[in-house]
């Protein structure tokens, strides 16, 4: 397939966290295979150098939009904009650590915003979502190597707000045939 042909199937992508250490290495990959991407970032975890640096390495320009993924408006507004035909979503509260001294900051966050994300894009008509889940929703391993049969049980706050996401896309995947939802279970954040 010829570049023009790739094009021309290229898609318009929300990336909620794209300018978190994973999100923004998925921006160059998506620009570099002919993708429009819209980044949504409230730069919590984050700088608007990495957004600068994704521009750079991926020799293509990408839309920033600062805001917080609790705003069912505002990631609204970004989908509608962005004419979003798909989102990938990587915002949220990250420390296994802090999240067990902060657990109603991490599930209002994490949460709470892939509530406002989920409404928002049911809203917009926009029915592809990529999760960026953890492999901390298998708790303790209760053999190894781990596979996706492994029973899921999260054993912090952090993990414990990532599965009730997946939980939740699993019910809206099962109560609607348009969804089509993938779920990412990283190792590390290299993984």
Not at 71 to 76: E, F, G, K, P
Request: proline share 4%; aromatic share 8%; net charge negative.
């Amino acid at each position: 397939m010829s570049r023009d042909q790739w094009r021309e199937r290229a898609l318009n992508v929300l990336v909620t966290g794209g300018s978190g250490y994973i999100g923004s290495h998925t921006c160059v990959q998506l620009l570099q295979a002919g993708h429009n991407v819209t980044v949504f970032d409230n730069l919590c975890n984050s700088s608007p150098i990495a957004i600068a640096r994704v521009r750079e390495i991926a020799g293509r320009e990408l839309h920033f939009v600062q805001g917080d993924i609790r705003d069912t408006d505002a990631l609204r507004d970004a989908l509608r904009e962005a004419q979003a035909q798909a989102v990938i979503h990587f915002a949220g509260l990250k420390a296994v650590g802090e999240s067990s001294q902060r657990p109603v900051d991490y599930y209002d966050n994490n949460v709470g915003g892939t509530i406002s994300l989920l409404k928002a894009m049911q809203e917009q008509g926009v029915w592809r979502l990529v999760f960026s889940s953890s492999a901390t929703v298998y708790g303790e391993p209760q053999s190894l190597p781990l596979d996706e049969s492994h029973p899921l049980s999260a054993t912090n706050p952090y993990g414990r707000s990532k599965l009730m996401i997946e939980d939740m896309l699993r019910d809206v995947a099962g109560s609607d045939a348009q969804w089509r939802v993938a779920l990412l279970r990283y190792f590390n954040p290299v993984g």
